[in-house]
T-cell receptor, first 113, second 113 residues
Framework: NAGVTQTPKFQVLKTGQSMTLQCAQD?????MYWYRQDPGMGLRLIYY???????DKGEVPNGYNVSRLNKREFSLRLESAAPSQTSVYFC????????????FGPGTRLTVT | GDSVTQMEGPVTLSEEACLTI???????????LFWYVQYPGEGLQLLLK?????DKGSNKGFEATYRKETTSFHLEKGSVQVSDSAVYFC????????????FGKGTTLSVSS
């Protein structure tokens, strides 16, 4: 049982490049989330998907897009990377039956130069 | 709006010292409360949770009691170990479909031998 997996683990981009962060969960969870973690800022929600076929903006959605490909997969895309998007990105999933507690992936460390 | 406030760190302790990390919340309704732990280089893991007033969550020697009258969920441990060095996040769940957990900014704990 892998839980929540994320790829890649590390990535370096140049300003203006694009990339997609991949996330998958094998726990049959309905909801999935993307967060970014920056020093002193805690976790900030970028986008979430309450169920397959729906996505909603979180606290800091600008510069990002998401796709809920199916129940298992939720990807985050940076269309034109900026240095301000240097961060650690975490994907998480949750199910209603456990009071919505979230399960996290190991994170992707992204540096934009 | 709904929010979580936790004490700022870093918290530096010697091994076997007592730990308290304060967490207070603001929420409507009857939220669930969580403590997550993040070890260096890893994602967040659920440490403990409480789903209603006066519940006590416990795990790995850590405890926290859901106090509705003081809107608090303080994390405690009687004797910390070097291996407890990590970042601790308090979080609030609104128990509603389509909502994400609300996280505090995190408290860094450093334990020395």
């Amino acid at each position: 049982n892998a839980g929540v997996t994320q790829t890649p683990k590390f990535q370096v981009l140049k300003t203006g490049q694009s990339m997609t962060l991949q996330c998958a969960q094998d726990m049959n969870h309905n909801s999935m989330y993307w967060y970014r973690q920056d020093p002193g800022m805690g976790l900030r929600l970028i986008y979430y998907s309450a169920s397959e076929g729906t996505t909603d903006k979180g606290e800091v959605p600008n510069g990002y897009n998401v796709s809920r490909l199916n129940k298992r997969e939720f990807s985050l895309r940076l269309e034109s990377a900026a240095p301000s998007q240097t961060s650690v990105y975490f994907c998480a999933s949750s199910t209603r039956g456990q009071n919505y507690e979230q399960y996290f992936g190991p994170g992707t460390r992204l540096t934009v130069t | 709006g709904d929010s979580v406030t936790q004490m700022e760190g870093p918290v530096t302790l010697s091994e076997e010292a007592c730990l308290t990390i304060n967490c207070t919340y603001t929420a409507t309704g009857y939220p669930s409360l969580f403590w997550y732990v993040q070890y260096p280089g890893e994602g967040l893991q659920l440490l403990l949770k409480a789903t209603k007033a006066d519940d006590k969550g416990s795990n790995k020697g850590f405890e926290a009691t859901y106090r509705k009258e003081t809107t608090s969920f303080h994390l405690e441990k009687g004797s910390v170990q070097v291996s407890d060095s990590a970042v601790y996040f308090c979080a609030l769940g609104l128990n509603q479909a389509g909502t994400a957990l609300i996280f505090g900014k995190g408290t860094t704990l450093s334990v020395s031998s």
